[in-house]
């Protein structure tokens, strides 16, 4: 079974400053992992997406993960957060083949202070 | 091309009533996945149809029942509801092509009093 675990439930960030929201997570196969966005009272947006390849993923607005697999860990980063970066942030793991069951973790809610 | 729906938006019952919860899958996809939210929590995969078949099941009891439909859209049954059941659930949908992405709707709020 897969696990994972976001460190964090809270962090607090001034505009403009670097952010890093951390991510481990536990299996005993190769995963999938993904990062979630989830704005006040919406559903779940796909953020970016690490399968294969470079260990380093983008999205189109800035955040960037890296997966580790020595530290099984996949954190997101930003180097400058804006207000609208506000939300909640879910790390997931989702083992290839079979049926497309997504473990999430339990949120960190990314406050970016004016 | 329209995304993942969810209706109702939110739904008010009292307990031991029946609940059922509909999501309209995005175009071409023929994959459902429903997830229970609770308050604070990420979510949790209560199970996933593919194709009309149930084909994996999380750790729900069997009064969370669920249905897909030729068009690919899905409900959600819950029976003998109780409080602990007040969620936000979500519904996502995905291609058996592309197994790695799943696309969520704006989810059901359900408050069990």
């Known amino acids: 079974a897969q696990s994972v675990t976001q460190l964090d439930s809270q962090v607090p960030v001034f505009e403009e400053a670097p952010v890093e929201l951390r991510c481990n997570y536990s299996s005993s196969v190769s995963v999938y992992l993904f990062w979630y966005v989830q704005y006040p009272n919406q559903g779940l947006q796909l953020l970016l997406k690490?399968?294969?390849?470079?260990?380093l993923v983008e999205s189109i607005n800035g955040f960037e993960a890296e997966f580790n697999k020595s530290q099984t860990s996949f954190h997101l980063r930003k180097p400058s957060v804006h207000i609208s970066d506000t939300a909640e942030y879910f790390c997931?793991?989702?083992?290839?083949?079979?049926?497309?069951?997504?473990?999430f973790g339990t949120g960190t809610k990314l406050q970016v202070i004016p | 091309e329209t995304g993942v729906t969810q209706s109702p938006t939110h739904l008010i019952k009292t307990r031991g009533q029946q609940v059922t919860l509909r999501c309209s899958s995005q175009?071409?996809?023929?994959?459902v996945s429903w997830y229970q939210q609770a308050l604070g929590q990420g979510p949790q995969f209560i199970f996933q149809?593919?194709?009309?078949?149930?084909?994996g099941r999380g750790n729900f009891p069997p009064r969370f029942s669920g249905l897909q439909f030729p068009n690919y859209s899905s409900e959600l049954n819950v029976n003998a509801l109780e409080l602990d059941d007040s969620a936000l659930y979500l519904c996502?949908?995905?291609?058996?092509?592309?197994?790695?992405?799943?696309?969520f709707g704006p989810g059901t709020r359900l408050t069990v009093l």
């Open positions: 996502a949908s995905s291609s058996g092509t592309l197994p790695n992405e799943q696309f």
């Open positions: 690490y399968l294969s390849g470079s260990t």
């Open positions: 175009s071409g996809h023929n994959t």
């Open positions: 149809y593919y194709r009309e078949e149930e084909n």
């Open positions: 997931a793991v989702m083992k290839p083949g079979g049926y497309q069951k997504v473990t």
